[in-house]
């Protein structure tokens, strides 16, 4: 499938608290909602990616309310937004700020990720993570090791040979 098909991804989080969700995730990115309704307010945090909150109640105008009930997660949400930036410890740190718990502290992960998870008021777990590139590095001794770093990083791996 060609990704000019796509326009823009919106992840739409249930809220039972929409002013207060609004407010949450207004502080957490720095920017005013884009969409501000009565059941409804988004955020475009990059361009292209929208954030979303709904009501229950935008849900049942939607949705067959049998079908909604019977389909739904009773303990609550299970949403998690995996957020890969610049900045994610910090960005970590700032949910934790604005009261999230934090279920894993910002650390490596077995996938070279650094990633922080939180949860917020609402229960959607908020994953923030310094997305890591692989790439190996000569030792002294002429060996080469498995290295990591940030994918902003240039890296420019220079290879000789004896003439």
Not at 89 to 94: G, S
Not at 127 to 138: G, N, P, S
């Amino acid at each position: 499938m060609d990704s000019k098909t796509f326009h823009k991804l919106h992840v739409i989080l249930i809220s039972s608290d929409l002013a207060k969700s609004k407010m949450f995730y207004s502080l957490l990115f720095d920017t005013q909602p884009i969409v501000d309704e009565e059941n409804i307010v988004e955020f475009e945090i990059v361009p292209g990616f929208i954030i979303g909150l709904a009501t229950d109640e935008l849900q049942t105008k939607l949705f067959d309310p049998d079908i909604f009930a019977k389909y739904r997660n009773n303990s609550g949400s299970n949403a998690e937004l995996y957020i890969e930036c610049e900045n994610a410890e910090e960005m970590h740190k700032k949910a934790l700020s604005l009261g999230c718990l934090e279920l894993s502290p910002f650390t490596k992960r077995d996938w070279g990720d650094e990633v922080g998870y939180s949860i917020n008021h609402e229960g959607h777990i908020l994953a923030f993570a310094l997305k890591m590139h692989i790439y190996l590095i000569e030792t002294d001794s002429g060996q080469y090791r498995i290295n990591t770093a940030p994918k902003n990083w240039f890296i420019i791996l220079l290879f000789h040979s004896q003439v």
